[in-house]
């Protein structure tokens, strides 16, 4: 399938690339259909690129990337919607947001995206009674990691 983006410009993805929204990203709900889209200068970060409206495009990153001890519970019902058959085919997902400032970069921790790479079908979670945020800074959670580098060094003595 071809797929045009006004950010990426044409993509060719093959139809079990393709994203099958069974819950739809908040506030664009007329939107079912999109798939994920790698480019190497922006490793970690990935497009959630629409197919069906070619402006609409997120900014997704794994977010144990950037916060290691990220967990999630999902209810059976939860799960039994995207038919998973085995939890390592699950792969999880959460939106970037970037303000002016490129230091102001912050992660959806509160609102994360599943997705069943087995079958393509995805949903947007919406965490409640959690102790994540819509907005948790992405240089803040660096800034963490590598304080927690160096007092490992330090006890190793590196």
């Known amino acids: ?14 139809d079990d690339k393709l994203i099958t929204m069974e819950r739809p990203i908040l506030g664009f709900e007329g939107l ?7 480019r190497d200068e922006m490793a970690p970060f990935l497009w959630l690129q629409s197919a069906e409206e070619e402006a609409v495009a997120f900014i997704v990153v794994n977010p144990r990337v950037f916060f290691p001890d990220y967990r999630i519970e999902v209810n059976r019902k939860e799960i039994a919607e995207l038919r ?4 390592e085919s699950v792969e999880t997902y959460v939106i970037v947001t970037m303000k002016n400032d490129p230091r102001d970069l912050s992660a959806n921790l509160q609102g994360p995206i599943l997705i069943n790479t087995e079958n393509g079908l995805a949903k947007q979670l919406v965490l ?31």
């Open 1 to 14: 399938m071809r797929i045009n983006s006004s950010r990426l410009g044409p993509i060719e993805v093959p």
């Open 32 to 38: 079912t259909r999109f798939c994920l889209v790698e």
């Open 84 to 87: 998973i058959k085995q939890l």
């Open 128 to 158: 409640v009674n959690s102790e994540y945020k819509v907005g948790h800074r992405i240089l803040d959670a660096v800034e963490r990691l590598d304080r927690t580098v160096e007092q490992k060094e330090e006890l190793v003595g590196v």
